[in-house]
């Protein structure tokens, strides 16, 4: 791709890890909102059932953190939080009507292991109570197997998960020291052995960028990876927030990379896991072939919610529990408290602590289906999502910001593969992908929200 079109579009747009972006949630949203939102969730499609658990607690916080992470407190806390958990999942549970069927079950955090696998099997135990579940649904947990030991992981494998995320991040040892962050507590081997022979899924998290690595280093940490074969691998480019996480200050000290450095490491990673079988989804993610992302990015039927990537089978309307949770209903979002304290005390009493939010109109739903359709497979088949909504083609082209004239300009500057009813992004222009759905979304005519550049 040519310096000028690069320049040309390189302008800020939204990442659209949701429609609309979570900067245009409000706080006049309530509590209230959000309970009738859920009461009507009930006749809105899809039918699905996902819940997302929020574990907000870490043993010890790692210097790069970027996600809502708190260093354990006092056990009693710790207990507080999950029993309020379970009075926040009962706040819910009687609203949504029995014959739903969960879809997908996330823990995340933070570090969902850091509580007793005994904890985590009661909380499932109370959710899957509650409902029937579709034929294989997704029941996931990040795991930091920094703290986790032979038995800890045996009875995660009997608490009913399908899916574990572990957290890599790096195999070299000398990395995780600067970053403040324990190696795996029994070796990697031993995990892989327990959970393949228990018929597991298991997706491996990496991160570049950090201090002390290099293009060499992070290929060797792919290739003991790739020996183990995980289903999926995630490589995330490292996100340098300090004005957020003032930790990450200890990593500046220490040297990070240069941005060509980094986008070295990541090539490379991404050139040897394509060698080795894996597919790309995204930027980002890497999966076998016989793993479900892949099969629905080849039939176009990739989703996106914000505990990452699912199929269409596995996509249910998400009711978050837990600080800083979001719900993803048909027709609206809302978001908790990040506070501790306030989660626990005001859930205690009874209360949801919804504290920003955002009621979707009709039009807003299906330019969401458009865009998250495009962000996922790159590609946009308006007749194919048209039919799938119900609705004709011009009906879902009106919803959005469409404009044909814009679309031949992408097409004649590279950026996308044009047909009638049809669009592709073309190799080159994936970056891109952000700025084609930027036009089509009618929010944008008349904002002055801040986003990043696409490059
Ligand atoms: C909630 S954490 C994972 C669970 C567990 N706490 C752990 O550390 O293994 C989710 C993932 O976010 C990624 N992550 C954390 N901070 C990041 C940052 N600043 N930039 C990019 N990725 C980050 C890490 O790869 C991490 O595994
Ligand atoms: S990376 Fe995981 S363990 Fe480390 S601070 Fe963040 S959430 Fe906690």
Request: glycine letters at 4%; hydrophobic letters at 35%.
């Amino acid at each position: 791709m040519i310096q000028e079109i690069i320049e040309k579009y390189n302008k800020p747009v939204p990442r659209y890890t949701s429609y609309p972006p979570a900067n245009f949630f409000n706080s006049d949203y309530t509590s209230e909102d959000y309970l009738q939102a859920v009461d009507a969730s009930n006749e809105e499609q899809p039918e699905t059932i996902s819940f997302y658990i929020h574990i907000p607690f870490c043993r010890r916080l790692c210097f790069y953190c970027g996600c809502n992470s708190y260093a354990m407190g006092k056990p009693e806390m710790v207990e507080a939080y999950l029993q309020a958990l379970e009075k926040e999942m009962d706040l819910i549970i009687p609203r949504l009507k029995k014959n739903r069927k969960i879809a997908q079950i996330h823990y995340g955090g933070g570090t969902p292991t850091c509580i007793p696998a005994a904890r985590i099997k009661q909380l499932n135990d109370h959710l899957l109570s509650a409902f029937d579940t579709i034929e294989k649904p997704e029941i996931a947990i990040e795991c930091h197997p920094g703290y986790m030991d032979e038995n800890y992981w045996k009875e995660l494998i009997d608490a009913g998960f399908s899916r574990f995320s572990i957290g890599i991040q790096d195999f070299n040892e000398d990395v995780l020291r600067i970053a403040n962050r324990k190696p795996p507590m029994i070796p990697i081997e031993n995990i892989f052995s327990m959970l393949k022979a228990a018929g597991k899924s298991i997706n491996m998290d990496f991160i570049y960028g950090l201090p002390h690595q290099t293009a060499e280093s992070f290929l060797q940490s792919m290739k003991k990876a790739v020996e183990l074969r995980p289903d999926r691998l995630v490589t995330f480019s490292y996100a340098h927030i300090p004005f957020i996480n003032k930790l990450q200050l200890k990593l500046e000290e220490a040297g990070l990379p240069t941005n060509r450095e980094k986008e070295e490491m990541y090539l490379q990673a991404k050139q040897y896991l394509i060698s080795q079988g894996y597919h790309t989804i995204g930027m980002d993610h890497f999966v076998l072939d016989t793993d479900e992302l892949y099969s629905a990015l080849s039939e176009k039927k990739l989703h996106r919610n914000f505990q990452g990537y699912c199929t269409r089978r596995t996509t249910g309307q998400v009711y978050a529990f837990g600080v800083s949770g979001i719900s993803q209903l048909n027709a609206a979002y809302a978001q908790n408290t990040k506070n501790i304290e306030e989660y626990i005390s005001e859930t205690n009493a009874g209360r949801l602590t919804i504290r920003k939010g955002y009621a979707l109109s009709k039009e807003q739903q299906l330019t969401r289906e458009v865009i998250t359709s495009l962000m996922c497979n790159c590609t946009l088949n308006w007749k194919e999502l048209a039919d799938h909504l119900h609705i004709t083609v011009d009906e879902l082209k009106a919803a959005t910001a469409y404009d044909p004239q814009i679309m031949k300009q992408f097409s004649t500057d590279g950026l996308i593969h044009l047909e009638d009813d049809y669009l592709e992004m073309l190799p080159d222009a994936t970056p891109f992908v952000r700025t084609v759905a930027a036009s089509l979304d009618k929010l944008l005519l008349h904002s002055n929200k801040q986003f990043s550049n696409p490059v």
